[in-house]
């Protein structure tokens, strides 16, 4: 296994914030290139249908390797993994923004998602790792889904002040200068890998199955718009998902060192987390999708004010994330997902009621944005500790890779969903009332799909998940203490360790 020396000594200053710019940089670019895609298509010479590919390529190459990158990170080392992953994030970042052609642009899109999927689980791995479970875990917890958060509205933002004003090379060189910074921050920030048991083989069939299924299917998932769900060809492509998938699970149980521990899933707080993950980014990550679409289509706001407009969900997300950090040890983790998720839909529940053709900026906006965008900040600091509860510390790289990938096909999963469904209420008509009509009962499905996570969690995840007692501190931690001899956040003493 792989720990991490002393951050103490290696500027542990900067660390967190090196892990909060990786779930910027990763949620940001999955959105900032939405709004410049026409601008994209005019000028090097994409066709309507091969558009959509420059954000398919980075969704498919990012959910693929998901698992594998996570595990990654516990078998080589997760400084060495999380550099490698800034350092090809930021060449393709370059590359796509030179890019002279749809072929090169589209490859480019596919290496930074390969980047991003190692970036993503180190993040909340050495999070698990580094800070000591309680107030200072909670409070680095809630950073880090905030900025997640934040990075896909912003994304949405600076995709359109940077299109408007500067082109759309913009919105992918912006990288270049936030990823170098990174680099030096972590050379300095992040602590240096330390083996202190031999490395385990990498589960190579595992991992070339579960990243051919993984992409299958989330490629069968966003070409829907394109190919029907009956069609031969999605069909095909999710059946042949569903089966390396199925063959990655017999895999997995005959592993000795496997790329995903089958046991993982009989810990119900991880079990809970992952399937409260799948849930919440079905309703939310096609949330954003809506909102968009409905500033622009039917309140006709251009590129830079729908932008703006989401500066109050940015705002909700912040203010949600320090409300669970400061009530996480008081309320515990399934008390804060339910109230969360119960929340963040009654949010979706006014978008249906209000997103008409009469919609006000304050009342079909702000307001639901404000509700909904608080909910699922509060839902951010439980998730990240429930996915990784009584996880071993050789582990949080697998237990944070399952973690992102739940959320990435969740996401998947309802954009291709809610686009069916709001294209089957809105049918042939393209006036603003039908479109409104259609964007709504998209919220509304959205909505049940936060219920629905909030009431999983309720029956899965334990009332409360019991605190380690001093002798038997959590997995992660007691390895790190055996490595360092003290704990690694000042604030909690050495005879919580011991």
Known sequence: MVNPADPKSS????????????????????????????????????GADSLLWVVNAY?????????????????????????????????????????????QLVAARAVQGAGAAALAPVALALITVTYAAGPARARALGLWGAAGALGGAVGVMAGGVLTDWAGWRSVMLINVPVVLAALLLARHGVPADRRTVPAPRLDVLGALLVTAGMAALVLGLVRTETYAWGSGTTLGTLGAALALLAAFAVVEFRQREPLLRPGLLRN??????????????????????????????????????????????CAGIVAGSVVSARNAGR??????????????????????????????????VVGPSLVASVGIGMCFVPLGTAATSGVAAEETGMASGLLNSSRQLGGSLGLAVLVTVASGVTGAGRGV?????????????AAALLVAAAVATAVLHPARTPSPSPSAPPPAQEEISKNLGDDVDPGVSRSTQR
């Open 433 to 445: 009332g039908a479109l409104a009509e259609g964007y709504a009962t998209a919220f509304g499905v």
């Open 268 to 313: 119900r707080p991880v079990l809970s987390a992952n399937a409260f993950a799948l849930l919440m980014s079905s309703g939310q990550f096609a949330a954003f999708y809506f909102t968009s679409l409905y500033l622009q289509e039917v309140m006709s706001y251009g590129p830079t004010r729908a932008g703006a407009a989401f500066l109050p969900f």
């Open 11 to 46: 500027g542990a200053r900067w660390l967190l914030p090196v892990l909060l710019t990786v779930q910027f940089l990763v949620s940001l670019d999955m959105s900032v290139v939405n709004i410049a895609l026409p601008d994209i298509g005019d000028d090097i010479g994409f």
């Open 59 to 103: 969704a498919l190459a990012f959910g693929g390797l998901l698992m594998l990158g996570g595990r990654l990170a516990d078998l080589v080392g997760r400084r060495r993994t999380l550099i490698a992953g800034f350092a090809v994030f930021g060449v393709a970042s370059l590359a796509g923004g030179l890019a002279q052609s749809p072929g």
């Open 331 to 364: 309320l515990g983790e399934r008390a804060l997902l339910v109230t969360g998720g119960l929340l963040g839909a009654a949010g979706f529940v006014w978008f249906a009621l209000t997103v008409g053709p009469g919609g006000t900026f304050l009342g079909s």
